[in-house]
């Protein structure tokens, strides 16, 4: 078990002149799960290879517990890799593939097969220990190679979109099972994801990065609740918070035909005569005045509802989202008025995006 640490780890492709990862300081407490989450591109999983050694660091360090691995091949950094493509070695039984780290390692026979028979036994995969990997389901060869992970009982658990080929039914069920086994297991992880709530729902903590830069590093919910900025406002939840530019009127910011109050010395701090104002689509209600929408679709869920519109503001249109009553609720084609709950505005400076509120 250990703590991670990246210190100003900076990567540079070569031929390249912008850092993929920019001056990384994060640190992941021992026994966490931390996800690292982001666009394509920003450099989550150059972030991960540079933990795991595949690739070089060209600025900065990287620690495992106090000891620095910057320069450390792979192997001796104690480690275990999952991959998106789970790399299972085909003409090998499962117990084969889950076993051959610790084959390599020199572990003797007996110790080996009952290290496969309790990872075999967490993961509920006993009964497919004679199988190859061509006689299992997506599902079981994921398992698998979180298995092969497992037994080599390693100080950081690394996982590199492990999910992502998985139908969704099924990526739900595994990423439940994958928490709770770490949270068994209290193996420090780090944990790459596109999804964002993939991240939020199996992190202890989400790390958000853009362009090689990481924007916010807090629990899922202080990251729903407190974005740091406009980016992470709008990348973090589902549907996306809705930000609209809006200009300083006395007593707060010109919401259609009615004042969205805010207080004056939120407003004072912008730099400009404009704020972006977040507001979740659950904030929002329709009301007799405020911002005025074209009501486009309405998604009916069951259990909720999704009212899907546009919005005119300063001579462009812009999409908005509300959640609606599932059965009373607005229909296409309607024109309807919106007020936003003044208590959960988040209020953004208009040039550089950074919270005020």
């Known amino acids: 078990m250990a703590t991670v640490s990246f210190k100003n780890a900076t990567r540079i492709y070569p031929g390249g002149t912008k850092p993929a990862v920019d001056k990384l300081n994060l640190e992941v407490k021992d026994g966490e799960l931390l996800v690292l989450v982001g666009p394509s591109g920003c450099g989550k999983s150059t972030s991960l290879r540079m933990l795991a050694g595949l690739e070089e660091v060209n600025e900065g360090g990287i620690y495992i517990g106090d000891r620095e691995v910057t320069d450390v091949p792979p192997k001796d950094r104690d480690i275990a890799m999952v991959f998106q493509n789970y790399a299972l070695y085909p003409h090998m039984t499962v117990a084969e593939n889950m076993g051959f780290a610790l084959k390599i390692a020199g572990v003797n026979k007996d110790e080996r097969a009952e290290r496969v028979l309790q990872a075999a036994k967490l993961l509920d995969l006993e009964p497919y220990l004679n199988r190859k990997p061509k006689a299992l389901s997506g599902g079981q060869r994921q398992r698998v190679a979180m298995g092969r992970a497992i037994v080599r009982q390693p100080q950081v658990f690394l996982m590199d979109e492990p999910l992502s080929n998985l139908d969704a039914k099924l990526r739900v069920q595994t990423r439940t099972q994958i928490a709770s086994l770490q949270r068994r297991l209290g193996v420090t992880t780090v944990y790459v994801t596109h999804d964002q709530v993939e991240a939020m729902t199996m992190g202890d903590r989400v790390a958000v990065l853009k362009d090689g830069l990481l924007q916010q590093v807090d629990t899922p919910r202080n990251l729903y609740d407190r974005p740091q900025n406009v980016f992470v406002a709008g990348f973090i939840g589902s549907p996306a918070m809705n930000l609209v530019q809006l200009p300083i009127i006395d007593g707060g910011v010109q919401f259609g035909d009615a004042v969205l109050p805010i207080a004056r010395e939120i407003l004072a701090k912008a730099t400009g005569s ?67 709950d003044p208590e959960a505005v988040h209020v953004f400076d208009a040039e550089s995006g950074e919270r005020l509120n």
């Open 274 to 340: 404009r704020v972006t104002v977040g507001v979740r689509p659950e904030k929002l209600s329709v009301a007799p005045n405020g911002l005025i929408v074209d009501v486009d679709v309405i998604e009916e869920l069951g259990s909720d509802g999704y009212l899907y519109g546009r919005v005119q503001l300063d001579g462009a249109e812009q999409n908005i989202v509300v959640r609606v009553h599932p059965i009373d609720h607005p229909m296409a084609g309607d024109k309807i008025h919106l007020q936003a």
